[in-house]
């Protein structure tokens, strides 16, 4: 006895089968990860492709990790951007607007006096 050709499912049969989108489908089965059967444009899948889709994904309880501890950074380690480097270091008359250069030698003689 001769069995007839193998049953092809569409991507949607194969997106209910497997519980996936039609979307991932396509994209896996371009890139190449999952099996496939291409007949011209159209992708199809047999039931010893799906069974093999199955048994790839198939994987035991991943170990729990625990995330790394980082070392504390001492301040003078952490970087600072440019644009706040300006307003940190101390106002000098090259930093100062033209016009408020006068009103601040005024306020430094007041001040000194």
Not at 22 to 47: E, K
Request: with cysteine; net charge positive.
């Amino acid at each position: 006895m001769t069995s007839g050709p193998p049953r092809l499912y569409n991507v949607h049969e194969t997106s209910l089968l497997l519980r996936k989108s039609v979307s991932w489908l396509y994209q896996q089965s371009a890139a190449g990860n999952i099996p496939c059967t291409r007949i011209g444009r159209n992708v199809f899948w047999t039931d010893a492709q799906v069974t093999a889709i199955i048994a790839d994904g198939s994987q035991g309880p991943k170990p729990k990790q625990v995330p790394k501890k980082r070392p504390a950074l001492a301040l003078a380690e952490i970087p600072v951007p440019k644009a706040t480097r300006s307003r940190i270091l101390p106002a000098t008359t090259t930093n100062i607007p033209r016009a408020d250069r006068s009103i601040s030698r005024l306020y430094r003689k007041e001040g000194a006096a």
